[in-house]
């Protein structure tokens, strides 16, 4: 079992970063949030991190000419704090090559719907909007497209009569919490095997 060296990105709250760092520290995840990286100053999750001892870096897109100049920024201080594992955890930009390639069949991303349905910005309003009876979340290997990389892990969620789309995203919010750390354990344990747009689970 590999113990992970974990670079968060995040945009907001941080909700996510929070279930990483508590499963972390709680010995059920063998892993280390070494950097929390915002695009945002204002990041909530830049709090989180401060507060939970882990170094936090901001760097904002507009200082930068290119998508590809400002990620290679990212994967400069990534590999300085010596991460091995990339978690997008509420983070509102999508990744460029320049830091896929760095980070090969190692950078994840928790979506707040069951993909391939309702990517992109506002999941939960989109599925709640739509109609459907049971929306949920993902965990999901990066790739170069718009939240289109091979499945890990998914949690359904019922929509009940009564939601709203703010009501369900709650919902859909815990089980992120349960998912996301429980889809780096199996990395870190080395059971994740990805065969084109599958992911196998070993026992």
Not at 1 to 21: D, Y
Not at 61 to 69: N, S
Not at 150 to 172: G, M
Not at 178 to 203: M, N, Q, W
Request: net charge negative; charged share 20%; aromatic share 4%.
């Amino acid at each position: 079992m590999q113990k992970l060296k974990i670079g968060v990105l995040a945009s907001g709250s941080g909700s996510n970063l929070q279930a990483i760092i508590d499963e972390a520290r709680a010995g059920t995840l063998p892993a280390e949030v070494v950097l929390v990286i915002s695009d945002k100053p204002d990041a909530y999750a830049l709090t989180r991190a401060e507060e939970a001892g882990i170094i936090t870096a901001v760097v904002e897109p507009k200082d930068f000419a290119t998508r590809e100049e400002y990620d290679a920024k990212i994967v400069k201080l990534l590999q300085l704090s010596g991460a091995d594992t990339v978690a997008l955890a509420g983070y509102l930009r999508i990744v460029t090559p320049t830091l896929l390639d760095a980070f090969p069949g190692r950078v994840l991303n928790i979506h707040p719907a069951l993909l391939p349905a309702f990517p992109g910005l506002h999941a939960q309003r989109q599925a709640w909007e739509h109609g459907v009876k049971v929306s949920g979340c993902t965990v999901h290997f990066v790739d170069a497209g718009l939240d289109s990389g091979p499945i890990i892990l998914q949690a359904p969620v019922p929509v009940l009569e009564d939601d709203e789309a703010d009501t369900l995203a709650a919902r859909i919010l815990e089980q992120e919490h349960i998912i996301y750390p429980l889809a780096l354990r199996l990395l870190a344990e080395g059971k994740l095997t990805v065969k084109g747009r599958r992911v196998l689970i070993s026992d």
